[in-house]
């Protein structure tokens, strides 16, 4: 999965093809406010209540990726349970073993 760059960092360079989306990170560079907010990080950033209302194109594309991360890190969590599991109960059958 590629990011684009703008959801990282919307007031870097602004080279998107859609002019859509060039005409909403202009204005949203320009908003002195906001620029503010981004301090605490780009997920905080992005999911400020004002964001969809003021931005819709990016917010439709930025919402995307802002979903996707938590769930695979869920996912991610999830397997790594199971193997430290595995991991664990083949540990304790061979020390088993070897006591017999």
Same mark, same amino acid.
């Given at each position: 999965?590629? /990011?684009p760059?703008? /959801?990282? &960092?919307?007031?870097?360079? /602004?080279? #998107?093809?859609?002019?859509?989306? *060039?005409?909403?990170?202009?204005?949203?560079?320009? &908003?002195? #406010? @906001?620029?503010?907010? =981004?301090? +605490?990080?780009?997920? *905080?950033f992005? @999911? *400020? &209540? +004002?964001?969809?209302?003021t931005?819709?194109? @990016?917010?439709? /594309?930025?919402?995307? =990726?802002?979903?996707? =991360?938590?769930?695979?890190?869920?996912?991610?969590?999830? =397997?790594s349970?199971?193997? +430290? @599991?595995?991991?664990?109960?083949?540990t304790?059958?061979?020390?088993?073993?070897?006591?017999?």
């Open positions: 999965m590629v /990011i760059p703008w /959801i990282i &960092n919307p007031y870097g360079d /602004i080279e #998107e093809t859609n002019v859509i989306i *060039q005409e909403e990170l202009t204005e949203l560079s320009t &908003n002195e #406010e @906001l620029k503010v907010q =981004f301090k +605490n990080g780009y997920q *905080q992005w @999911l *400020q &209540n +004002n964001i969809p209302v931005y819709p194109v @990016l917010w439709n /594309i930025a919402r995307k =990726f802002l979903i996707s =991360f938590p769930s695979s890190y869920l996912l991610e969590r999830g =397997f349970a199971v193997t +430290n @599991l595995l991991t664990k109960k083949k304790d059958w061979t020390s088993l073993a070897e006591e017999i």
